[in-house]
């Protein structure tokens, strides 16, 4: 090899980076390990909920069975002869069979064919296991859904009507308030803004006191006198439900943030065209807004869904709770913990919120973020 | 005089638009005035009475002298302080971690993200019953799976007075989802060209995440941070509903919003509640406070004063 020739080799070897420090490599490589870890982290996540689900399927007996199985089977018996026989898989000459046994004994088990009863084979007991099938029993969630002390059908209802409503009340009056606060010059303006944001760091359990004796005592008496009737606020919705016409200061906040980035020429050109305030919020900025509204229904929906404090202080009467305080109490109502309702219990709770959820997924986390990165 | 006028709008088209920003923001107004502010100042007052629903007597500072020798107070105070000061950096960590992982395009990204995000749509009692089960000791599937393998039995979870604040611990870590969602938004806006023209200075990747990744997403990282602080000293449901609202065992997981809630409504000592609710009132202040001023040098605006 001349000179040349080694040179010339070098050259090329300098000039092509070798392939596990390039650049393209590196790339892909951590590309390719975020992608694992990521996955692996996403069957974490998942788990839980897939315990939860197969748990749902299992009979009482066989959830507390060790090692925990994901996949609902049991052991099955048969009528045979007038007795309940559990079969068995057998293994006869090498050859795994179904049967059904007659008699378990450690050097010479009894077994008949199922089909054939006639057809005795006998093996040890130690060539036996139970034979198992997957089973889902889907009639837990029926047992659940009808058991007769926490009526999930009224639970359902009720939780349902409160979403809706709280979410109505909070979509108008929390597009209005932001409409003000995003677009109206007037004096106080600034102050009132920074009350609004103060009253987000207030924890609930300063107002909890206060609210419950206004909405049980001083507002029904209020009325009652006014009125001359005997109403009663204590054990209704009415407490639950009215404050979400008043807005929520973080959703206020969230819409303000969206209307602030809708150009001012739009309201101009409404305004020369005759609207007035009302109307430049009602036929220009809200249609252009149903992205952020959208999401804020979806916020306020799954926040009321879930709501479990509000309603425990407020509410007693079976036949008025919604689904998160019946979810909890229904255990101790069924007596001990019959895990398999209870997860299936949990699952009808939650399980119209996570089909909204894929459904409309987009909007979910669109909520989650305009709020969080532009806070 | 002269003073009213600087803030009395001077043309009739600035007075018209004032009164409609009253008349717009109304109902939060009202709001806030019958369901914030009179709260607020009348729960000022319950906490200076002994007040049982039916009768009040002013009792002065009554309630707060009993509250600082009420041991079961600073008790609740310091299951609260275990359950945040660990679990709120844990799951900011990890909710980083996975957010930066995310951002390495990878593929199905969206996809992930859904994935990722579920827990935190079935937040409530749901979660409750869920955890209840998996970190069961028997038949539980989180010691099946992590504690058998190396052959050390599991412990009790929910029912060991040890190991009750880590059950939470793990429970939180489960719904990170919302904080992740946020982080990856966050790191999505980080301009590209910045981490090129570190690659090019020679910056490693580690250096170019302590270097660009972290100070340009740390005002969202103090957003966070503030805001799951404030939601875990106020952590209610769940512990209510594991331990039947009692903060068992043996008080161990006894967290300050459970007492207070105890105390005003089931053993109806509204004046002492509102006491302990003012308490957590100046908590919640002060730390956010101190953590916007410690951090306030730390974290890094774009914008010069925004």
Redesign the interface.
């Known amino acids: 090899m001349t000179q040349r020739a080694i040179a010339a080799r070098q050259v090329k070897i300098g000039a092509q980076p070798r392939l596990w420090r390039s650049k393209k490599f590196l790339e892909r490589g ?2 390719a390990m ?2 694992i ?3 692996c ?2 069957l974490v ?5 897939i ?2 689900f197969s ?1 749902s399927l299992k009979t009482r007996f066989n ?2 069975s ?3 199985e994901f996949i609902p089977r049991e052991s099955v018996h048969v009528p045979i002869n007038g007795q309940d026989l559990f079969l068995y898989d057998v293994n006869i000459d090498g050859k795994t069979l179904v049967l059904a046994a007659v008699k378990l004994d450690p050097e010479k088990s009894e077994f008949v064919d199922p089909n054939d009863p006639s057809k005795v084979y006998y093996a040890p007991a130690d060539q036996a296991t139970k034979h198992q099938l997957v089973w889902a029993h889907w009639e837990n969630y029926r047992e659940a859904w009808t058991f007769a002390s926490t009526p999930f059908g009224i639970y359902m209802k009720n939780t349902v009507i409160y979403a809706l409503v709280a979410v109505f009340g909070e979509l ?2 929390c597009s ?2 932001a ?3 995003a677009r ?6 600034n102050l ?1 803004f920074a ?2 944001l103060g ?1 987000m ?11 419950y ?2 909405f049980t005592r001083y507002i029904p008496d209020f009325l009652n006198k006014l009125l001359d009737t005997k109403i009663k606020l204590a054990d209704t919705w009415w407490p639950l439900m009215a ?1 979400k ?3 929520s ?1 973080y959703l ?1 906040f969230l819409v303000r943030q969206f209307y602030m980035g809708i150009h001012k020429d739009y309201d101009d050109a409404a305004r020369i065209d005759g609207c007035g ?2 109307q430049t ?1 009602w036929r220009i900025i809200v249609p252009m807004s149903r992205p952020v509204l959208t999401a804020m229904a979806i916020l306020s929906f ?1 926040w009321h869904w ?4 509000g309603p ?2 407020y509410l007693s009467s079976t036949n008025k709770l919604p ?3 019946g ?2 109490n229904f255990s ?1 109502a069924y007596g001990g913990t019959p ?1 398999h309702l ?2 299936a ?3 009808i ?2 399980g119209p ?2 089909l909204i ?2 459904a409309l ?2 909007y ?2 669109q909520g ?2 305009v709020s ?2 532009k ?1 | 005089m002269s003073f009213l006028n600087r803030f009395w709008p001077r043309t009739r088209l600035a007075r018209r638009e004032a009164l409609a920003f009253y008349a717009f923001i109304s109902p939060w107004l009202i709001g806030f005035l019958a369901l914030t502010l009179y709260p607020m100042l009348a729960s000022a007052y319950y906490s200076l009475t002994v007040y049982n629903v039916v009768d009040m007597k002013f009792v002065g500072l009554q309630n707060f002298q009993e509250l600082i020798a009420d041991k079961k107070f600073y008790w609740s105070l310091w299951v609260t302080a275990k359950y945040t000061l660990v679990g709120v950096p844990l799951g900011i960590a990890s909710a980083l971690a996975v957010a930066v992982l995310l951002n390495q395009k990878v593929p199905f990204l969206s996809f992930w993200r859904t994935l990722y995000y579920l827990p935190s749509v079935i937040t409530g009692v749901a979660v409750a019953m869920l955890w209840q089960w998996v970190l069961n000791p028997e038949y539980g599937l989180f010691n099946y799976l992590v504690f058998d393998p190396l052959g050390i039995k599991g412990p009790r979870w929910f029912w060991s007075e040890t190991w009750v604040i880590p059950a939470y611990w793990i429970m939180g870590l489960w719904g990170i989802g919302g904080t992740m969602v946020i982080y990856l938004a966050g790191l999505q806006g980080v301009p590209t060209a910045l981490y090129e023209a570190a690659e090019i200075d020679g910056a490693s990747s580690w250096q170019r995440f302590w270097n660009i990744t972290i100070p340009m997403i740390s005002p969202v990282i103090l957003f966070t941070l503030i805001t799951n602080l404030i939601g875990a000293l106020q952590m209610f449901t769940q512990a209510y509903v594991i331990s039947n609202g009692l903060g068992g065992p043996n008080n161990a997981s006894l967290l300050y919003v459970l007492y207070l809630f105890l105390n005003g409504f089931r053993w109806f000592r509204f004046g002492y509640a509102s006491a302990l609710a003012w308490v957590l009132f100046a908590v919640i202040i002060t730390l956010t406070l101190v953590l916007l001023r410690v951090l306030r040098n730390v974290v890094y605006y774009e914008t010069p004063g925004a």
């Open positions: 951590t590309q975020s992608t870890l990521i996955a982290g996403a996540v998942l788990v839980p909920v315990w939860m748990t959830v507390t060790m090692p925990p108008l009056s209005l308030v409409y003000g606060f109206l010059r007037a004096p106080g303006k009132l009350l609004l009253t760091m207030l924890p609930w359990a300063v107002v909890m006191i206060p609210s004796v206004l404050p016409f008043f807005g200061a206020i305030f009302f919020w799954q879930n709501d479990y404090m425990l202080i689904l998160s305080v979810l909890a101790e895990w209870m997860m219990a949990s699952l709770a939650v919120l996570i959820f894929f997924n987009r979910f986390i989650v973020v969080g990165v806070g």
